[in-house]
């Protein structure tokens, strides 16, 4: 039936990077998922001051007030880190040291 191969053709990889503070880091898959979900390496995707992921869809980036915290490119996935927002919060899904978790969709 279509919805079996639908299923049959839907490729999950789960993978982890470790955050280097570039502002803006491409992560290659070799293809471009449907969707992407990151998290910190402790499962977090939020605290108090900080947004570590999230989950990015084509065409629908987790975004922050200074742009793009996690979004789908042509070959992967892009994400970043950001800068303080009105004193409070910041977009970190690459701060140096820190292990980060994905599951890719496509």
């Known amino acids: ?39 910190r390496q402790d499962g977090a995707m939020q605290s108090d001051m900080y947004t570590y992921g999230g989950l990015a869809l084509q065409g629908a980036p987790v975004t922050m007030r200074d742009g793009n915290l996690v979004e789908i490119t042509s070959s992967g996935i892009r994400v970043a880190r950001g800068d303080l927002i009105e004193g409070r919060f910041y977009a970190d899904a690459n701060r140096s040291g820190m292990s980060y978790y994905y599951i890719a969709f496509h």
């Open 1 to 39: 039936t279509p919805s079996n191969r639908r299923q049959r053709q839907m490729c999950i990889r789960d993978r982890s990077y470790t955050g280097d503070d570039a502002r803006s880091r491409d992560i290659s898959l070799g293809v471009s998922p449907r969707a992407v979900f990151v998290v």
